[in-house]
């Protein structure tokens, strides 16, 4: 069983599209999510974007099956 994520997709896409248009700053984001002030989720989400879309951010089919 993984673990479930504390953020939607739609909640990590929109906050990263309103950091990159520049609607909203890094600490206003970071307030109305819940992140850490310093904003290093932030940050980790927008290079996730960049590198692979929004696919970046659905969940991971790993470790479904355990060895014995």
Do not use: H
């Not at 992140?35 to 991971?60: C, H, I, M």
């Amino acid at each position: 069983m993984g673990r479930k994520s504390k953020y939607t997709i739609e909640e990590k896409v929109q906050a990263v599209q309103d950091y990159k248009i520049g609607k909203k700053g890094i600490a206003q984001i970071c307030n109305d999510l819940g992140l850490n002030r310093s904003g290093t989720d932030l940050y980790r989400w927008v290079k996730q974007y960049d590198q692979y879309g929004e696919s970046a951010f659905l969940p991971k089919k790993s470790n479904k099956a355990y060895t014995k």
